[in-house]
């Protein structure tokens, strides 16, 4: 540089690379950041070094009819490897519907997955427990994990993942069938920092594997699992839970076990849609039980009689949106008793309940002016971490 300045001659090719880093990331333009890679073989350098993330064109984030028809390219024709040696500090790797990816295509992990910290293998249908030690010895620093649909995860491989790598956060184990409470309470013992559990239609899990868990643990889904009353109480056991998702619950021969979510008292949302079977019993615990809780789904939830609408609205003071759609035996006294108590409420949920009267609807419009009621039906609430959306 200082033979340059001599002689007049300056150059961005000369400065360093810290410098030229500096410059890369001051750019805001994903093009004119391929554009910077593709100036000289040392800038694709510096832009090769500083990507954080990489998602395959097989990637999708949304599972559709039409996706699972598409054509799935071979990731291992990808190169796989040769792009993880290209791009070596990754932090995040979205590998979601590389179907024909086996365990043998994870192994650059021992290599380069150092610095990865979140990793989807959504429906990566050949990956086996043996690819998810290969993540666990090569991704510690690992906090969050999506396995939807990995039919070859058990729990050995989900026990060998939450040992090495005691820093997750998130796991989506959705739909994983060889998975139960015994790979859960490895994953809940080892991995105090946990926040969300996705266990939906977990067949083999019935909540026990939550027992003693952290109370950093606010957001559980379990859609569709058969959850026991102690499986419930564990769910529960860590003291932090904000969210719980246990709607379309599977039919129990031991009867109603929602009723230890009375015993949460930092819960804030609820989703019991199709829960067909929850109880009055239930329905009262968790009103007296849950001081904190804002939005309650108990559409479809037949079983509720006017004891249980007069368990919410008595003793749910802090409840802002209910949802009731089709509810059989929400009746006129049951309305009544919405309207006359849930003084927090601000939006209502409210269509196909046969035993209601236009005029029970009409006069709780009038009475509580406030409160919005809306006729469409919520399939799904919002969880309040991105990484299960």
Known sequence: MGDLSRNNVTSIMHLPDDCLTVIFHGLDSPTDRESFGLTCRRWLGIHDSSRRSLQFSCSFTLLTPSSLSKKVLD???????????????????????????NDAGLTRL????????KLNLDFCLK??????????????????????????????????????????EY????????I??????????????LKGVNISHCEGI?????????????????????????????????????????????????????????SSSSIK???????????????????????????????????????????????CKNLKTLHVNRCRNLCNGSLEALRDGCKSLSTLYLSGCVRLS??????????????CVKEEEVLSLNPPFLEFR
């Not at 690992?142 to 090495?164: F, K, M, Q, V």
């Not at 139960?180 to 920092?193: E, M, V």
């Not at 594997?209 to 559980?220: D, E, P, W």
Request: aromatic residues 8%.
């Open 127 to 168: 990956v086996t427990d043996y690819g998810l030690s290969l993540v666990a010895s090569g991704c510690p620093l690992l906090t969050s994990i999506s396995l939807y649909r990995c039919p070859g995860i058990t729990d050995l491989g989900l026990e060998t993942l939450a040992n090495a790598c005691f820093l997750m």
């Open 180 to 193: 139960s409470d015994n790979g859960l309470k490895a994953l809940t013992q080892a991995c105090r920092r």
């Open 75 to 101: 990731i291992h024709t990808l190169h796989l490897h040769k792009l993880l040696r290209r791009f070596q500090h990754l932090e995040s790797l979205c590998l979601s519907g590389c179907r024909e990816l």
């Open 110 to 117: 021992l290599n380069y997955g150092s610095d990865l910290q």
């Open 206 to 262: 019935t909540g026990v594997g939550f027992k003693g868990c952290s109370n950093t643990l606010a957001y559980i889904e379990a859609e569709s699992c058969m959850l026991k009353p102690e499986g419930v109480t564990g769910i529960v056991s860590g003291g932090g839970l904000e969210y719980l998702d246990v709607s379309c619950l599977s039919w129990s021969p031991l009867g109603d076990p929602l009723a230890g979510i009375g």
């Open 269 to 315: 949302i609820l989703n019991f849609r199709m829960c067909r079977t929850v109880s009055d019993t239930s329905i009262t615990a968790i009103a007296k039980g849950c001081p904190l809780l804002e939005e309650w789904n108990l559409a479809l939830c037949h079983e509720v009689s006017i004891f249980g609408w007069q368990a919410v609205g008595l003793y």
């Open 171 to 178: 796991a989506n184990l959705s739909y994983c069938m060889q």
């Open 358 to 371: 236009p005029v029970a609807v009409e006069l709780f419009k009038s009475q509580r002016a406030e409160v």
